[in-house]
T-cell receptor, first 113, second 115 residues
Framework: NAGVTQTPKFRVLKTGQSMTLLCAQD?????MYWYRQDPGMGLRLIHYSVGEGTTAKGEVPDGYNVSRLKKQNFLLGLESAAPSQTSVYFC????????????FGDGTRLSIL | SQQGEEDPQALSIQEGENATMNCSYKTSINNLQWYRQNSGRGLVHLIL?????REKHSGRLRVTLDTSKKSSSLLITASRAADTASYFC???????????????FGQGTILTVHP
């Protein structure tokens, strides 16, 4: 099994451009999450989903949108990229809620120029 | 914020030595989890300890939880060069059933194990 797969792995954008990060999991997990990781900041939750068709805001949702049209996929969109969104983005999934471990992808390294 | 805080920020040891990392948090939790992150990779779950547990073991890993002090420790015994990684604690709390699996991560401890 692949687990959690993120595409692309690297991307460079110009300020104002838009893009979508794709996360796919093959573990039939209900819960999916998007985090960003910045130096000295740990991981911060952007948005999450508790099931197909649901999304909710996390700690730092501004400037991002998400969609969970299929259970296995969780998309993170940047409508108008800003340099402050330069970061490493991680997707994770879990079978249940906070009592379950989260499984992470290997990240997308995004630079906004 | 009830973000966990790890201590020390960085730890450098020789192969074969034990490594201890600590995590402190601010509010009551449901459980506390430890994750490892190798350079350039995603986080890997190590151990989950619930609030009513005091100690858990997994191979060379030992985790303790002291809810009265709001702290946890991760001990790696007989360390190996392959244990070189960043280690994060993450706390989960149930705010009236609305937490939906949200974890709050600390900033991590960078462990370097020299051969």
């Amino acid at each position: 099994n692949a687990g959690v797969t993120q595409t692309p792995k690297f991307r460079v954008l110009k300020t104002g451009q838009s893009m979508t990060l794709l996360c796919a999991q093959d573990m039939n997990h209900e819960y999916m999450y998007w985090y960003r990781q910045d130096p000295g900041m740990g991981l911060r939750l952007i948005h999450y989903s508790v099931g197909e068709g649901t999304t909710a805001k996390g700690e730092v949702p501004d400037g991002y949108n998400v969609s969970r049209l299929k259970k296995q996929n969780f998309l993170l969109g940047l409508e108008s990229a800003a340099p402050s969104q330069t970061s490493v983005y991680f997707c994770a999934s879990s079978y249940g809620g906070f009592n379950q471990p989260q499984h992470f992808g290997d990240g997308t390294r995004l630079s906004i120029l | 914020s009830q973000q966990g805080e790890e201590d020390p920020q960085a730890l450098s040891i020789q192969e074969g030595e034990n490594a201890t990392m600590n995590c402190s948090y601010k509010t009551s939790i449901n459980n506390l989890q430890w994750y490892r992150q190798n350079s350039g990779r995603g986080l890997v779950h190590l151990i989950l300890i619930r609030s009513n547990e005091r100690e858990k073991h997994s191979g060379r890993l030992r985790v303790t939880l002291d809810t009265s002090k709001k702290s946890s420790s991760l001990l790696i015994t007989a360390s190996r060069a392959a244990d070189t990684a960043s280690y994060f604690c993450a706390t989960a709390f149930n705010a009236g059933g609305t937490s939906y699996g949200k974890l709050t991560f600390g900033q991590g401890t960078i462990l370097t194990v020299h051969p």
